[in-house]
């Protein structure tokens, strides 16, 4: 079986990396924070001192930082360790632009996927995330099955495209219930009530993750995902909404919680 380095354990990371490890490959991991990777370790996978070492042999490189930045560090110490025939996969979120520029980086025969993934992390713990996959799979498809369902989104980049639409839809819902919800607190409408005709509308999917437990994605990561988006078009509507998780993660009690704390933060803000 393929070698595969794993760089990235936050929640999400750490629960996709266990997926491969469960399936059998020699999994080698990093993280900037080396005590995240130590459950693994102890499961079997390999800690790596540094992302260079942690590739140096990899057949198979997956990348799930948590920005830009961490990502681009990342890469300037992996780029030019990384052999012929291996394939990078990248599956943070960081919009198409930042793809292109990492694949133009890397040396000849080296294969660059972007591959980001639609789920939060009871879908990362189950297998059963959406992989958005753009770019050439072969000799990857078969491990990335392993965390989810693939789709092949098109070109290179455009797995990262796909991404960013999904998320600021879910994200603009999200907000959009934690307003209505303050209509209906202004209003005197029971909670219960309240959530349950919401829940039975069109926004239903969207009611159901803004009061989501069991789940984490980081009120911060949702304000950098939207704002990827707000510099790619001029959108009104998600500039509003890029300004509710803003005002929410500068708060350092919700800035790391799910967003469901952010729907609160917003609600009680109205």
């Given at each position: ?17 266990r ?37 140096r ?10 920005n ?17 025939g ?5 599956m ?9 520029e990492?694949?133009?980086r ?13 789920g ?25 099955v ?25 994200l603009?819902?999200?907000a ?39 789940v ?14 707000t ?13 509710h ?17 952010a729907?609160?933060?917003i609600?009680h803000?109205?």
């Amino acid at each position: 079986m393929e070698k595969i380095a794993f760089l990235g354990l936050g929640h999400m990371g750490a629960a996709m990396a266990r997926r491969l490890l469960a399936a059998g490959f020699p999994l080698t991991v990093w993280n900037r924070t080396a005590e995240k990777a130590e459950p693994l370790v102890a499961e079997g996978a390999t800690l790596a001192a540094s992302p260079a070492e942690a590739v140096r042999d990899a057949d198979v490189v997956i990348t799930m930082l948590a920005n830009p930045a961490a990502l681009d560090a990342v890469a300037d110490a992996i780029a030019p360790e990384l052999r012929r025939g291996t394939t990078w996969v990248e599956m943070s979120t960081v919009g198409p632009d930042v793809v292109k520029e990492l694949a133009g980086r890397l040396g000849e025969g080296v294969t660059f996927v972007d591959a980001p993934v639609a789920g939060s992390t009871d879908k990362a713990a189950a297998g059963q995330l959406g992989i958005l996959a753009g770019g050439e799979l072969t000799g990857v498809g078969h491990v990335l099955v392993h965390m989810g369902t693939v789709t092949r989104t098109g070109p290179l980049g455009s797995g990262a495209a796909l991404k960013l639409v999904v998320n600021t839809a879910l994200l603009g819902g999200v907000a959009l219930v934690a307003e209505t919800m303050a209509l209906a607190d202004k209003l005197g409408i029971d909670e219960k009530v309240a959530r349950t005709a919401l829940a039975n509308g069109p926004l239903g999917g969207a009611v159901g993750r803004a009061f989501a437990e069991d789940v984490h994605f980081a009120t911060a990561l949702a304000a950098k995902d939207v704002a990827l988006a707000t510099k790619v078009a001029e959108l009104p509507v998600l500039d509003a909404v890029l300004e509710h998780y803003k005002r929410a993660a500068a708060d350092p009690a919700v800035a790391g919680a799910d967003i469901a704390k952010a729907v609160e933060h917003i609600r009680h803000s109205a």
